[in-house]
T-cell receptor, first 109, second 114 residues
Framework: QKEVEQDPGPLSVPEGAIVSLNCTYSNSAFQYFMWYRQYSRKGPELLMYTYSSGNKEDGRFTAQVDKSSKYISLFIRDSQPSDSATYLCAMFNDYKLSFGAGTTVTVRA | SAVISQKPSRDICQRGTSLTIQCQVDSQVTMMFWYRQQPGQSLTLIATANQGSEATYESGFVIDKFPISRPNLTFSTLTVSNMSPEDSSIYLC???????????FGPGTRLTVL
C-alpha cells in the first residue's frame, strides 16, 4: 500500500465549475499537508500548506484536512482554463515529502 | 521571492555517458533535495544534499549512480552516471528555508537518454 493515494484522473470540468481533488494517507506521522500545481514542462508550484485539521482558504482555493480520517482535499471554485494543470498532494514528515500520483485537471472554456 | 534555477533545462544524452545538473538558489537555504519525476509519474525523492558532507540517499538510490555535491548553502549538483534510457526523467531540486517547512522546487531538468 502506498503511503499517499491520489486518483490520477484525468478530470475534465467546464469553466466556472468547482474542482474537487482528494488524497488519502496511511502514515499518522505526517505533520504537514501541501498541494502543488504543476503545469506541463514546469516544476511544481506550492499552492497551499496546512498543518491542522480543518479548512484553509486562499482566494479561490480551499484546502481541507481531516486527520482522523487521514483524508485531505483541495477545492477550486470558479475554475478557469488557466487552472488546467496537474495537482499533487504531498505529506511532510521529518523534512521529507511523500507525494501522491497527481491528478490532471482540464478546465474547458 | 527567492529564485531557484537549474542548468541545463534539458539535455539529450547518449547511453553510458554522465550528466551533471546544477541547482542555484539566490539566498541561503537550510535544506536542498533532489527528486526524479519519470514520465507520467509523481515525484520520487532521490537524496537530501548535505552541506559539506555526503548526501543522504533514499532506498533504491546509490551514490555511485547519483553522486551529489553541496559545497555551500546556495548551490548543489546532481550527476546522473553511466546513463541508460531508463534514466530519462525530469530531475528537480527543491529547497527549504530556515524557520519554514515549506518546500519549493526549481524548474526541473528534462533528461532524455538515447
Amino acid at each position: 500500500q502506498k503511503e499517499v493515494e491520489q486518483d490520477p484522473g484525468p478530470l475534465s470540468v467546464p469553466e466556472g465549475a468547482i474542482v474537487s481533488l482528494n488524497c488519502t494517507y496511511s502514515n499518522s506521522a505526517f505533520q504537514y499537508f501541501m498541494w502543488y500545481r504543476q503545469y506541463s514542462r514546469k516544476g511544481p508550484e506550492l499552492l497551499m500548506y496546512t498543518y491542522s485539521s480543518g479548512n484553509k482558504e486562499d482566494g479561490r482555493f480551499t484546502a481541507q484536512v481531516d486527520k482522523s480520517s487521514k483524508y485531505i482535499s483541495l477545492f477550486i471554485r470558479d475554475s478557469q482554463p488557466s487552472d488546467s494543470a496537474t495537482y499533487l498532494c504531498a505529506m511532510f514528515n521529518d523534512y521529507k515529502l511523500s507525494f501522491g500520483a497527481g491528478t490532471t485537471v482540464t478546465v474547458r472554456a | 521571492s527567492a529564485v531557484i534555477s537549474q542548468k541545463p533545462s534539458r539535455d539529450i544524452c547518449q547511453r553510458g555517458t554522465s550528466l551533471t545538473i546544477q541547482c542555484q538558489v539566490d539566498s541561503q537555504v537550510t535544506m536542498m533535495f533532489w527528486y526524479r519525476q519519470q514520465p507520467g509519474q509523481s515525484l520520487t525523492l532521490i537524496a537530501t544534499a548535505n552541506q559539506g558532507s555526503e548526501a543522504t540517499y533514499e532506498s533504491g538510490f546509490v551514490i555511485d549512480k547519483f553522486p551529489i555535491s553541496r559545497p555551500n548553502l546556495t548551490f548543489s549538483t546532481l550527476t546522473v552516471s553511466n546513463m541508460s534510457p531508463e534514466d530519462s526523467s525530469i530531475y528537480l531540486c527543491s529547497v527549504v528555508w530556515s524557520g519554514s517547512n515549506e518546500q519549493f522546487f526549481g524548474p526541473g531538468t528534462r533528461l532524455t537518454v538515447l
